[in-house]
């Protein structure tokens, strides 16, 4: 075996019977011959053969078994054995003793450690420039280590490069930066996932759909990188703009909060000037163009949301976010889902349960309600049976169900001495709950998206839903069975989050991965479809870190 033949050849190990079979009876008795150059070695195995004959004052039998020293081992082994442990743990292993210093040099090692650890499968013998996996991002310049041409990526110095390396200077330097996070964009918050992506440590944005398609996947772009550009020297670069990767900053503020810095702003700049790149950024967060949106108060919303996140292209902080933990007794999947909200698009939003109660916490806002507040909230304990669907068709029938369950609700509280949840909420609640703002009620409704992922209900467990006369919805193309409805509240507010307001609705669950909320005072539906993506390093340590991540960008919101 090859990668055996290299490590015998590390340095004299007397254990090695896999070199001395090999040889013949004169070379190994010359070997044998042969002192130990190590004297750490020696010192090892004779404090093993002291504390051997330590051991009760008993002399070895003809009938003890043979002992054995970790030195004697081959060094096949114990790169074996090496390469199973934590590389937290490899510094002080190779402390002992020359020969795990000696052995611990073996690329295989740190290797491994790099793929268990990290999930990092690239082979750095075998990179070229077109097998970097880092989903193609590509820098609009010239590095003078690759060949010339107009759009090449810029790569690190592979050829000179060890998996040690990438472990120690950049993989364990920023293991603390991985994970979901969110930026602290004032009310618009948003979803940050950092990842080892190949090589690289790659901080993602994801962003929802374009408005009103829901069920489309969520679409993603690059804030910043980090690699290794030299040998143990890792880079930060910024990837905003369109100018390519530039020089940046990321720093760790303190524990579950870090920021990031571009020291090159004039990358993010157009040769347009601001008209250019509000035009661009339109077609990225809307996927249309101003000319296309009518209604007034929606343009008035985009350029709102265009000048406040400008201000933050160049510095901007992240707080760790955790998806919420699961329990066998969850009516669904606890998760991130993609919601419709009227004129401000669509927004993401976390589904947690928490007892009796259900919660859906905005991880991306808007200036009525922000990035951090509860925009629904579900009882649980109180199901709401659907009428026949020609009764169904009735507004005023459907209010005056939910207004029913309402009341109930409120003396059930009463009851329990908790007047300040009268609205149903239950003391569950660290903070009021928020909902579509007051303002959509101007404007054209919440949408309903495309069903056509899967059947709306498993077979047996739907019953026909279809929306009361006059409740808004982007497009008629929502889900027509659904599995149950509970009773359930939110908040409205006007601009800036001022005069909230608990207004009851109804909680209707389509299917595992889509469910719905009817505003009874807003006459709107929002439809909210799961977000099916993989995010590593993002579950909670304990609910109760969950619970404590919730406090925290609730008291920011509010």
Known sequence: MAVCARLCGVGPSRGCRRRQQRRGPAEAAA???EPDTDPEEERIEAGAAALAGAGGGRSAGPSSPPRCSLLELPPELLVEIFASLPGTDLPSLAQVCTKFRRILHTDTIWRRRCREEYGVCENLRKLEITGVSCRDVYAKCINPRVKSGRFMKILPDYEHMEYRDVYTCLLHRYRHILGLWQPDIGPYGGLLNVVVDGLFIIGWMYLPPHDPHVD????????????????????????????GPHNGHVQVVKKDEFSTKCNQTDH????????????????????????????????????????????????????????PPSHPDDLIRPGLFKGTYGSHGLEIVMLSFHGKHARGTKITGDPNIPAGQQTVEIDLRHR????????????NELSRIVLEVREQVRQEQQQEGGPEDAEGLGRQSPQPCAEPPAEQAKGPGDGGAEAA???????????????????????????????????GTGLIAGHGFTSPERTPGVFVLFDEDRFGFIWLELKSFSLYSRVQAAFRNADAPSPQAFEEMLKNIQSLAS
């Open 384 to 395: 709401i049976h659907l009428p026949d669907i020609e009764s169904l068709r009735d507004f």
């Open 216 to 243: 489309d996947p969520m679409r993603f772009k690059p804030l910043f990188r980090i690699h290794l550009m030299e040998r143990k020297s890792a880079t930060v670069e910024c990837m905003y703009g369109h100018r």
């Open 268 to 323: 993010h700049r157009m040769s347009g000037g601001r008209q250019e790149e509000f035009r661009t950024w339109l077609r990225e967060e809307w996927g249309r163009t101003l000319e296309d949106i009518f209604h007034e108060h929606m343009q008035e919303l985009i350029l709102m949301k265009f000048i406040y996140t400008s201000q933050y292209d160049n510095c901007l902080t992240y707080r760790r976010i955790y998806l």
């Open 31 to 33: 070997a044998d011959s």
């Open 453 to 487: 992922a899967e059947p709306p209900a498993q077979s047996g467990q739907g019953q026909p839903f279809v929306l009361p006369v006059g409740v808004s919805s982007r497009n008629e193309d929502y889900p027509r069975t659904c599995r149950m409805c509970f009773y």
